[in-house]
């Protein structure tokens, strides 16, 4: 059974970090792209980033761009997304997501298999 575990959510205050992990469980990972998608309260879910399977090409949503850092650890089958100078605005549950095309998309469409989310709270 393929399952993707997200970790790393909590609470914090604003302009504080936080790093999120993603585990992928029951097979390699390494030759999908990866991402990173958030729904906040009453909100669509939305992209945050993504990374090329090599972990060469990485994208961001223009609101977390110099603020979010993606990453991943082939030889763990994981990925991380490093959250620095949080705001208010993203406080949401973050979803991590495996698309199994080599090529980078953002749209959730595109995305094969899915965790079940890790909340993070920014308090103001």
């Known amino acids: 059974q393929v399952q993707l575990v997200e970790s790393g959510g909590g609470l914090v205050q604003t302009g504080g970090s936080l790093r999120l992990s993603c585990a992928a469980l029951g097979r390699s990972f390494s030759r999908y792209t990866m991402g990173w998608f958030r729904q906040a309260p009453g909100k669509e879910r939305e992209f945050v980033a993504a990374i090329s399977w090599s972990g060469g090409s990485t994208y961001y949503s223009d609101s977390v761009t110099g603020r979010f850092t993606i990453s991943r650890d082939h030889a763990k089958n994981t990925m991380s997304l490093q959250m620095n100078s949080l705001k208010p605005e993203d406080t949401a549950v973050y979803y991590c997501?495996?698309?199994?095309?080599?090529?980078?998309?953002?749209?959730?469409?595109?995305?094969?298999?899915w965790g079940q989310g890790t909340q993070v709270t920014v308090s103001s």
């Open positions: 997501a495996a698309d199994r095309s080599l090529a980078v998309r953002t749209t959730q469409a595109s995305y094969d298999y």
